[in-house]
């Protein structure tokens, strides 16, 4: 492995292996450049992904695309309110030649693992995965099973409103790195939507752009992203000020400024940028900080969209 | 209502209500010790928009609209200007200000208008200066203002402030403030006269009256109330000297003795023996009256004058603050004054159909005298003699009081033997009067001064006699000599109350007493009184002769820019951002450059698209501006900045014409 690392480099740029990954995806996913790249950056800090958004805008062909195109094993769980635990992370099942219990892995042990609407389910379910994605790993009678690695998660969701859905308690939306929407397409590429192949079948034809390997070892690089002192007063002015804002029930945690940076540095390798720049974490931060303050009154703004824009708006860059 | 449900009935407010309650708790100690000189209903009307403001907090209903608001104050400033007839002057005023401040608080919706009423509290809690100096008031006062300080801090923190810190650190202010504050109490001018003094109020006051009915001056002297404190330069006169010179009675109707009124007129007096110079600082009166030691020689021709009757004025119609002057006397004097015709007949009418028997009795006594001075001597060993009785508690004496007194009842205080002996003295031609004042005093060691209250109240007489002038004959000399050599204590019986004499026999409770005054006394002396004439001798002390007012204002206010300046200074330096980073620096400067030229820089904006943006706006400047892109982001985000690449920064920077 050691021997592989240089030869991986100089092969190719990881800046040009994710520009093809880009490329690939946004031909199948029309107009959503910012989002593949949040997708892209968060897979690569290591977090897991939320999107929220109503169905049929391309959730799902977008989590498969991925898989298709990093050549990972993909798993889809769809989230109903009769999902057990055992439906995800697997069951033991009594063997009768060998007269012991065997362990079925569940759909969790894939790198890809698709998990739809989630907040359909119960909450037993839902934190059955979440423990997952966190703990890198599953234990199941008394066994420890490691995860696949790479392992990302993309979960969906529909928005709040809609009926028979139980909404994630912040605890757990803390445990996505980030949240997106893609929202509808704008007319000319809708159009060309409508025009085109169907989406499934383009993403059947999709070819691995990058190896597993190589994802793990972008992975590794992501975290050595150079940050100055200069950048680190930024992410901090940021962080004390979602902290200090009445506006807000509360700040952010030091997992997710620990996020913010990973993701800002992720953003920032896919970006060639020798360090990390404000503008790489203002790319992010709607992403990362969003999901996780929650407006105190209605003064505060309302969607994490809004509060990712507002929160940048409130503090300079120094 | 234990404290840990009104912690949790506080948590429950929203951080506006909790500030407010902080607020109004200030508000109300602040307003508090003016209850009683202002009219009523503006506190109540406070309380009651403090209620209401505190209710509409915790039901959450909506604060009542602007215009009622506007309605509201209005309608308070119209009760104001009805009830004093007008806005000025220092009840109206304060009435004024805390009907405001209740007014203010019906409107506070955000910390803004929490600090106007913090403010509007602090003005009405140095209002009570304006009505009582006492040092009594100094703890409450400090104690209020910190609360304030406290809450004003508070209400402008986003996390909660532990009460602790606040605490400590207004402390703290307050401790930096005293250098400040001592300077401008000793070195901001003090204009001279009264322009600064507070104009009087009435206010129950005890002391000498206009008028001397048997009776009045015992009474009087039921009371410990300080009349005045006099420190002497050097040696104090003996006891039998201590004479304090108030108003003399000329007019006598049988029963009362009154006073004539005050007329300056130069006179000569020869004194011989010793002259003492001394401060005396009288409380509180209603009328000018300066008890001076008798005689008074020597005093401030522009603040005070001379009467007739040798009895020294203020200039000013009524001594309404505790007020000190600087006199000097003479114990032993003669009078050289011829006796006018009308003043011999005022002083030896008596009324012919009253007090029968005394006229009678002194008349014979007269005949077989001889002469005025041995007529004096008999009727002073006849009160010495008999049954006559020194006493604080004398009955009451009948329209013919003399009569009464001398004939029946024997029992007298000094008034009584003063008024006897001078219608004797009358009655047998020589012209008298009745002179009161006080007599004696209490020495405090502490404070080295002497105490002199209502009960030292006395009255005496004088006896015009011919070639020598008016003379002093006490008859409470004759009588109870004690009296003028060790105090009322002394000469009243061990069975009468006399005020105070409990205190002063026991040693602890005397001495605290005398530690007290000593203390209030130099509280008032040295800070209350502190004026225009300290202010001249302390610059003299400090070498500044003939000091100007205006001289002194700016030098102070320059002392005092000089010192901010210094402060300022320090201040910045000490809490100067981290070492200045050159990098960000140039990039300010480039940032400065670029705004002159039309594209500002967004606070939030990032370095990348700043510059982006401002090659869009001046696209001749677009490849310079590529490279200073370049080599900051590289400088300051990078990870291996060069030196080289600052000087290139700085060069490309300098390059950019603004």
Same mark, same amino acid.
């Given at each position: ?10 092969? =190719? ?71 057990? +635990? ?61 995860? =696949? =690695? ?8 529909? +928005? ?6 139980? +909404? ?151 | ?197 507070? /104009? ?32 002497? !330069?050097? %040696?104090?006169?003996?006891?039998? %000297? ?66 007739? !009757?040798? *009895? ?5 119609? *009524? ?6 002057? !600087? ?25 012919? $159909? ?17 002469? !005025? ?13 008999? %049954? ?8 009451? @004496? ?76 006490? /008859? ?34 005397? *001495? ?11 509280? $008032? ?76 820089? *967004? ?17 001749? @400047? ?23 690449? @600052? ?12």
């Amino acid at each position: 492995m050691n021997s592989a690392i240089p030869t991986l480099i100089t092969q =190719a740029d990881p800046i040009e292996l994710i520009a093809a990954t880009t490329a690939q995806l946004n031909r199948v996913i029309l107009g959503k450049e910012h989002q593949v790249r949040l997708c892209i950056s968060c897979l690569l800090a290591r977090g897991h992904l939320l999107i929220e958004d109503i169905p049929g805008v391309g959730k799902t062909t977008l989590a498969h695309a991925l898989a298709e195109s990093l050549g990972l094993s993909y798993q889809r769980i769809q989230f109903t309110s009769d999902l057990l +635990p055992a439906d995800i992370i697997g069951i033991s099942v009594f063997d009768r030649e060998t007269g012991t219990f065997q362990f079925h892995k569940g759909p969790v042990f894939s790198q890809l693992v698709l998990a739809d609407e989630v907040n359909r389910a119960t909450p037993k379910a839902q934190s059955a995965l979440l423990e997952a994605m966190e703990e890198h790993q599953v234990t199941a009678d008394g066994a420890t099973y490691p995860l =696949a =690695a790479p392992f990302f998660v993309i979960a969906t969701q529909n +928005p709040v409103y809609q009926i028979g859905t139980y +909404p994630l308690p912040e605890s757990q939306l803390d445990r996505f790195l980030m949240r997106i929407e893609l929202g509808y397409p704008d007319p000319a590429l809708e159009r060309q939507l409508l025009l085109g192949q169907d989406r499934r079948d383009l993403v059947a034809t999709l070819a691995p752009t990058l190896s597993p390997q190589q994802l793990l070892l972008m992975q590794t690089m992501v975290p050595k992203v150079h940050v100055s002192d200069a950048l680190l007063d930024y992410v901090q002015a940021l962080v004390r000020y979602t902290r200090e804002s009445p506006l807000f029930e509360a700040g952010i945690s030091p997992r997710a400024s620990i996020g913010l940076l990973r993701a800002a540095q992720a953003w920032a390798l896919i970006h060639g940028h020798q360090g990390v720049m404000p503008e790489d974490v203002q790319a992010v931060l709607a992403a990362v900080v969003g999901h996780r303050l929650k407006p105190r009154d209605e003064t505060a703004p309302k969607t994490p969209t809004e509060i990712g824009q507002f929160v940048l708006k409130q503090v300079a860059v120094p | 209502m234990s404290t840990v449900t009104l912690e949790n009935h506080l948590q429950q407010l929203t951080p506006l209500g909790q500030r407010l309650v902080w607020v109004i708790a200030s508000l109300a100690l602040a307003v508090a010790p003016h209850f009683g000189h202002i009219a009523a209903w503006t506190m109540l009307i406070a309380a009651l928009a403090a209620a209401f403001r505190m209710t509409a907090e915790i039901k959450h209903w909506p604060l009542p609209p602007r215009w009622l608001c506007t309605g509201i104050a209005f309608a308070a400033l119209l009760g104001v200007l009805a009830g004093y007839r007008t806005l000025n002057g220092i009840d109206a005023g304060t009435s004024l200000l805390i009907v405001m401040a209740g007014m203010k608080l019906l409107e506070t919706r955000s910390v803004r208008d929490l600090t106007v009423v913090v403010f509007l509290s602090y003005f009405a809690l140095f209002a009570i200066f304006l009505y009582n100096q006492n040092m009594l008031l100094l703890p409450y006062m400090l104690f209020t203002a910190g609360l304030l300080t406290m809450t004003l801090m508070r209400i402008h923190q986003t996390e909660v402030m532990p009460i602790r810190e606040a605490a400590t650190t207004t402390a703290k202010m307050f401790l930096q403030a005293v250098p400040l504050a001592a300077l401008l109490f000793l070195f901001f001018p003090r204009l001279p006269g009264q322009f600064w003094a507070v /104009p009087a109020r009435q206010q129950a006051i005890t002391g000498l009256s206009e008028e001397m009915t048997p009776g009045d001056v015992s009474e009087l002297s039921l009371s410990s109330a300080i009349a005045f404190r006099v420190k002497f !330069d050097g %040696e104090a006169p003996p006891p039998r %000297e201590r004479y304090w010179r108030g108003p003399v009675m000329h007019q006598f109707d049988g029963r009362t003795w009154r006073y004539t009124g005050a007329r300056e007129t130069p006179q000569h007096i020869a004194s011989s023996g010793a002259t003492y110079s001394y401060r005396i600082s009288l409380e509180p009166q209603r009328r000018n009256w300066i008890f001076a030691l008798d005689m008074v020689t020597g005093w401030d021709h522009a603040r005070a004058f001379r009467g007739e !009757d040798f *009895q020294l004025y203020a200039r000013q119609s *009524q001594i309404s603050v505790l007020t000190s002057f !600087d006199l000097e006397s003479a114990p032993t004097y003669v009078t050289t004054t011829e006796l006018r015709k009308e003043q011999r007949l005022l002083d030896t009418y008596i009324p012919r $159909n009253r007090n029968t028997r005394t006229i009678e009795l002194a008349r014979q006594m007269r005949a077989s005298a001889g002469s !005025d001075e041995a007529f004096i001597q008999s009727v002073l060993t006849k009160f010495g003699s008999e %049954e006559f009785y020194y006493t604080l508690q004398p009955p009451a @004496l009948d329209e013919n009081a003399v009569d009464d007194f001398l004939f029946n009842s024997k029992r007298g205080f000094c008034e009584h033997f003063a008024a006897a002996f001078t219608v004797m003295a009358r009655a047998a031609g020589i012209p008298a009067r009745v002179v009161t004042g006080y007599q004696g005093g209490e020495f405090n060691p502490m404070g080295g001064y002497f105490i002199v209250r209502q009960s030292d109240a006395h009255a005496w007489s004088e006896v015009w006699l011919e070639g020598r002038g008016w003379q002093r004959i006490d /008859p409470t000399a004759a009588i109870a000599p004690e009296r003028i050599e060790r105090g009322l204590d002394a000469a009243i019986s061990s069975e009468e109350e006399v005020p105070g004499r409990v205190l002063r026999q026991s040693a602890v409770l005397s *001495q605290l007493r005398m530690a007290w005054d000593a203390a209030s006394t130099f509280w $008032n002396n040295q800070i209350v009184e502190f004026g225009e004439a300290q202010q001249t001798w302390l610059l003299e002390k400090l070498n500044i002769k003939n000091p100007r007012l205006e001289y002194l204002a700016i030098g102070l206010i320059v002392a005092l820019l000089g010192f901010f300046a210094i402060l300022s200074v320090y201040l910045a330096w000490k809490f100067k951002p981290r070492a200045r980073d050159p990098v960000a620096h140039v990039y300010e400067q480039l940032c400065r450059k670029l705004a002159k030229l039309g594209v500002p820089r *967004q606070p939030h904006e990032g370095p990348n698209d700043y510059v982006t943006r401002a090659a869009q706006a001046r696209p001749e @400047l677009a490849a310079r501006l590529a490279e200073v892109q370049s080599v900051y982001v590289s400088l300051r985000y990078g990870p291996t900045p060069l030196a080289t690449q @600052l000087s290139r920064l700085k060069f490309l920077v300098n390059q950019l014409e603004a």
